[in-house]
């Protein structure tokens, strides 16, 4: 079993910043990916970018070169820097990582950014 719980949701103006960050807990031996996923209203949830273990990350076009991921390994955090949003990036954020074939899921932290 793995729990996650995000913060550092709000709502912005545009160009403004936003860092997310996201615990997780429970009995589990290691994670290999975390990930930040989003969904706007109305639309279906969408990955903006991931983790692994190793270091490696990706990104989604649309956030590329603004956002940026990191995790503290050794505490079980991820942690999403967003910079210059957007309106577009409207919506709720969700932590997420597949443990043993099963995905977990935070319960969601809102970002509003009006122009």
């Known amino acids: 079993q793995v729990q996650l719980v995000e913060s550092g949701g709000g709502s912005v103006q545009a160009g403004e910043s936003l860092r997310l960050s996201c615990a997780a807990s429970g009995s589990f031996f290691d994670l290999h990916t975390m990930a930040w996923y989003r969904q706007a209203p109305g639309k279906q949830r969408e990955l903006v970018a991931f983790m692994t273990r190793d270091g490696d990350t990706g990104y989604d076009d649309s956030v590329q070169g603004r956002f940026s991921i990191s995790r503290e390994i050794a505490k079980n955090t991820v942690s999403l820097q967003m910079n210059s949003l957007k309106p577009e990036d409207t919506g709720t954020y969700y932590c997420?990582?597949?443990?043993?074939?099963?995905?977990?899921w935070g319960q969601g932290t809102q970002v509003t950014v009006s122009s």
């Open positions: 997420n990582t597949v443990y043993r074939a099963r995905h977990y």
